[in-house]
């Protein structure tokens, strides 16, 4: 079986290394050996090892009727599009780890591949080596699954974890994460939640058969949460996690949502340090299982994406499927219940509890109460009758 | 595709609501609708559901020809024994939860399903409803693997997570275990590490291809566990857990144990509470996975058994393979090396200096210390040498 690898950036050359370094181990288990046969980049590489099997020209490969598996590792939905789609109409198998363009052009690009008796496989775009996908189409999708949540991303989890751990402000944490290449110096994709916007979609559509848009998955991020709400979560026994939420309601609501949530400590979720990430899959038979490892890095993520080669050479995928969503998919967020943690302030006391309900105020934090359940709708009107009052909400995190 | 189900106790039930509640989900995966088709139990079920499914004649479903997948929950390894080596030979593929049979007639039983073309499969016989096996068999087999830990006995976690939560000593947890279900009136294949030295072998020999016998497994239970060993673990911001560990050196050296370790909270094992288990998978390009979830149970023991049966259904078996240990495996445990925390009295302050080496007192706890890394031989003469000097050694765990 041949390999051709499209780009050798950060993942594809830890790809190009495992392909290499655990030949053998990929060897004994295929019928036939994987090889890597071409590496596609515009860049020269004459150090490299690897430096005969670069080619500039992806017609080669797509021409090659002896590559079997393309591995699309470009990133982006320009070229990276343009290569799948063209890899896949000439019958050759596609292993991605390119979030963007699975959730912008999953449907497509996988309907293509059904058609083309071909796969279309992407471990590695959700949760970097963490088999997460696999386990979700293949090992627990005899369940019906309530709830796919994830802590997806771990530069803010990075963050959010020193915050913990160092009493750091966000700001300070942020320098800190990039200045150890955790984060970009353009961090938005990763701390105004999109990066997880676009991994929760994908869970979803394995989970629930519907790929919706980003740009109706009610997305926040964790620029506003302050040290002062760690010290509060704390105290109640909680950590702060940027969550992508996916849950399926007994009604059939759909909701999905990327927020920071307070997660007691005694659900797993809440445990996870650093740049780790962690999958929950909820299941009716199974209850909850949760898959946990590095989010990203070289040799992780080329770990997810050998898994789809290795897969697809001892002929054990479970098609990945979904079609987009319809009209009402997913259910409009206002209608989605849960419990918020607030610091309110400039109104008086009695009129916080006219208003939110019967609160749980924090002992030793001024201002700071958990509401009782509300609804995303409830919330907004409980919001704006405080400001009429005068008052004014400093922190809002939800509590999950 | 036809089922037959052989044991309708605890498992047994579970697996045939789960079939009958979620076939709808089965079914819109596999080619053909999965059918229960017999349940073999020697008591009869005269208001069951399933009531004109029970035979109490293995040889019907034996002479069948339509049963495809025959899932043994019977228990032990006399009566399903022979019922799945019988259906193997008649070229039926047998799904088990049945760790004892596994761990011991698992080399023999897969050679015959492997000659006869069919599949034995056992993902619930380790970890309850977590997918451990599938992982580590399709989604990391492609990876080095130089660990598998588990934390793969419900029992004893929820009693030492009594002690770590309630300052309670062993025998009052264990009392409170027995009083909720979670441990039986005889606990001692739990809480003597019985039950997790088969459930290691299974994982060490699908990690590393070599099926040990369970009397060259070093194993040690929680019984001799004080609260005093809980308060210093604590103080020294670790948990303990019994674990069941496979471990495979640079040199070669594999060694499998079963004992209870104190593990520093930041990893992640050392969180998992209450009947859960937890396993945890390192390999060389991904790094550390852990897979968490319920240990036991019905359903989701069910859940695991079910997922065997998908993926034959749909095709997605990644077989289980391994041979009988070689003599040299697993490694002496003798030359195990790791750290050693120590509660030891009687003696001069400067003998211990002496005998254990460059210790590591553990602050407000008298008489307790971390030893440098020791191999097990060095460790037993220290304990020689050490009463010797007229010390006493209280206690002693290992440290992870």
């Not at 009727?65 to 699309?72: G, I, N, R, T």
């Not at 849950?247 to 340090?273: Q, T």
Request: glycine share 10%; charged share 20%; hydrophobic share 45%.
């Amino acid at each position: 079986m041949n390999v051709a690898l499209l780009g050798f950036g950060t993942v594809g050359s830890g790809v190009a290394d495992m392909l290499t370094q655990n030949k053998d181990v990929l060897y004994a288990r295929a019928e036939a050996p994987v090889e890597l046969k071409y590496i596609l980049d515009i860049r020269d590489f004459p150090n490299s090892p690897y430096e005969k099997l670069f080619v500039k020209d992806f017609s080669v490969i797509e021409a090659d009727p002896s590559v079997d598996v393309v591995v699309e590792v470009i990133g982006g939905a320009t070229k990276a599009y343009e290569f799948t789609k063209r890899a896949l109409l000439a019958g050759k198998s596609v292993v991605s780890s390119n979030k963007e363009l699975v959730a912008t052009h999953g449907t497509e690009l996988l309907a293509i591949a059904k058609e083309k008796g071909v796969y279309y496989l992407f471990e590695a775009a959700v949760g970097g080596g963490i088999p997460a996908l696999s386990p979700l189409v293949d090992d627990l999708s005899h369940n019906r699954i309530s709830e796919v949540s994830g802590i997806l991303n771990g530069t803010t989890n990075y963050i959010l974890t020193q915050m913990f751990t160092q009493g750091a402000p966000f700001s300070a944490a942020l320098a800190e994460a990039q200045a150890k290449g955790y984060a970009e110096k353009d961090p938005t994709a990763d701390i105004e939640g999109i990066d997880v916007c676009r991994k929760i979609a994908i869970l979803a559509a394995l989970a629930f058969g519907a790929m919706v848009p980003a740009a109706a998955i009610h997305t926040e991020g964790i620029t506003a949460i302050r040290k002062e709400d760690v010290a509060a979560a704390e105290k109640i026994g909680c950590s702060i996690k940027l969550l992508g939420r996916a849950i399926k309601e007994n009604d059939g609501d759909l909701y999905i949502m990327v927020a920071p949530f307070l997660i007691p400590k005694s659900l797993p979720l809440a445990e996870i340090s650093g740049v780790y990430n962690g999958v929950l899959i909820r299941g009716n038979f199974v209850g909850d299982v949760m898959l946990y490892g590095r989010g990203a890095g070289s040799y992780p993520t080329a770990s997810a994406v050998v898994a789809d080669v290795d897969h697809i050479a001892r002929g054990t995928v479970a098609r990945p499927a979904w079609t987009d969503a319809k009209e009402g998919t997913p259910s409009d967020f206002s209608s989605f219940f849960c419990r918020h943690y607030v610091v309110a302030e400039g109104a008086e006391q009695s009129a916080i509890g006219i208003i939110f309900g019967e609160i749980e105020p924090i002992s030793g934090e001024e201002n700071a109460f958990l509401t009782p359940m509300l609804s995303e709708s409830n919330w907004e009107s409980c919001k704006e009758r405080f400001a009429a009052c005068g008052g004014r909400i400093v922190s809002h995190i939800r509590l999950y």
